[in-house]
């Protein structure tokens, strides 16, 4: 009897193993961008023309929205929040209580003292958090799946996480494939670079930084020693220059008055660290200006005290000093303070402005790249210091790449109502390649990873009538294969192709741009004129004789490269490698899709996969070195794949292969307990 209960208790416990795997999800948390950011623009000449997004229906996935708003009021069929779900409490009234989704509903669609981008169209709202801070990523899947049942046109994703999510991806793919059009914040993790998670990873949205925008607040900063330009940003409060200050630039320690007692400051500018060095001891920004303005100096510079640069407000509470203040103070991060620090030893005069720049770029707007073979974010849109609607009748300002994300959502709405047939990609591709480049503090252009085309101009979109399909292109050169052409597929809303021309705008000077119009295709072949590697970028101007439109275009300059043919859906690899190597993984990723093969390639041999889908496929070879893993990158296209047998046969009729593989698993375990429990 022992022997029998042994093998009962064992079966349990291998089934519940078995069920737990199987069922874990990711709850992966999802966070809110709701840091401050910027404004309305672009909208007059639709408006003038009649289009506020009449009949267009927008779903916002998000805390929900507090219909109960005057510029939002009235909730079910006659109201402006026409349908909906609450997922926090499955109930049907999808009501907000924190304030966030209303902000986002404000910006896209408000129509009463406050007016959205679109202000006539009509919004479903999916709550999917009650508290502002944190939603599961299965609430996301499932208000997008209920999206698409609501056959929305649009749907405005505010939130995200810092990595891929691929039911999130599968659920934009999916409402993509229906038609709607997904728009997404990038997410507030910059200034690093590649902090952009699911959604905005994905390449079926659209995905959306953040700039500041036209109003006073709009402030940055530049400093300048010698050919050396910083990344330094205004501390709120600063006001502009009306010309440059220059200076010598003197270390006043943490700012305190003791600091600076034997520190001739006098037409200085003065460099301090930002905190104290004693413990519990607060040193305000407003006094450390007010300290280094009484001692003379033209400005003030305060560095991290900690990695990374630094938001400061000059403001000190139960205080006025704020209000008093006399001098500009800026910000720059712990590493290139200490540096400047260093440099003082001898004579540093440095030149520092302030000025109003209402393109900069958010520093808190997440950065690219997400991928080697496409190009995110798409473009930018205000983000900076937005009024809309919030809780309880009331306005306010707010930011992040949140509140530009809705800016681009009210702009699709517009389009839609002028062209009802557009499809997702054509959308994506009119608001990207008529937006406008955008530079740095310094003047110059930023890069791709960081705005995509640029920022939102709604009237350029508008009046635009050439779509540019892809509206961005990725080249894989080498040291062995030093040029690529790719196309655009080039179609008019209205008339015939017209001629075209051609301009790449980058400050790379080692690559060379040559295109071909044949038929629709605009063949674009990058040459790359000297043997650097690295990764380059830069802009694709194209005019059709009334409008420019610009495609960003990232260039990957490898030592290795991947030799790849196919014949009848197998792909077979091969790899060039100057130096030695020992090693390389070799992933086949379908384009746009979270289906990826691995096989392996070592020196001297070639590697194969099958593909069974026509469509395009991206390859990324990751090749072991003596210095470390070196990558390698090939696209092709794949029209005849290998006919789908066996397993691959069952999937096209939705067979759960995973599912059969486990079960399986776990009738092998039970016989072989089984089998043990009556050898014993």
Sequence with gaps: MKYYKFVFFSLVVILCTVFIVSSIKDEQKIEFYLEKNTSLIGVEIPREQGFEGQGIKIGIIDTGVDYD???????????????????????????????HGTEVAGIIAADGSLKGVAPKAKLFSYKVSSNGESVSSDLIVKAIHRAIEDKVNVINISLGVNKTNGEIDQAVSEAVKNGIIVVVAAGNNGPDYGTIGSPGKDPDTITVGATYNNITQSIVSTLEIGKTQYQVLSMLGTNPLSK?????????????????????????????????????EKIYFSEKERNAAQGGAQALIVYNNEPGIFFGELF???????????????????SDGLALKKSLQNETIAKLDVFSHPDFIAPFSSRGPVSPFYIKPDLVAPGVFVNSTHMGGTYNLTSGTSIAAPHVTGAVALLLQKYPNLKPDEVASLLSTTADPVTDAYGN????????????????AFSANLIIIPHSLVFNLSLEKPYQTRSLHLQTIQGTLPNVQTKFVSDQNDLKLESSLENNSLNIKISRQKNTTGDFDGML?????????????????TKGTINTSENNGTLT??????????????????KGSDQIQSTSLVPQQTSSLTVYESDEYWIEAQITTPHGIDNAYDIISVEKPAPKKGIEFLETFGVPIKEIIIISGVIIAAVTVVLVARRN
Excluded: C
């Design 69 to 99: 708003h005057p510029d939002l009021l009235g909730f079910g069929p006659g109201g402006k929040v026409v349908g909906g779900y609450n997922f926090v409490d499955n109930d049907n009234k999808p009501i907000d209580t924190t304030g």
């Design 244 to 280: 440059p200050i220059t200076g010598k630039i003197v270390f006043g320690g943490y700012g305190r008055m003791k600091d600076l007692a034997n520190v001739d400051a006098k037409d200085s500018i003065l460099l301090e660290e930002r905190g104290s060095d004693i413990k519990g």
């Design 316 to 334: 000190q509470p139960n205080s006025t000093s704020n209000n008093n203040l006399t001098i500009p103070v800026i910000s720059m991060s712990k």
């Design 445 to 460: 252009d930023e890069s791709v990873d960081v705005t995509g085309s640029g920022r939102l101009n709604i009237t350029r």
């Design 541 to 557: 101007a194209i005019n059709d004789g009334t409008t420019t439109y610009h495609a960003p275009v990232m260039v990957h300059v």
């Design 573 to 590: 690899f091969g790899l060039d490698y100057p130096d030695i190597w020992s090693y390389a993984k070799i992933s086949v990723i379908k």
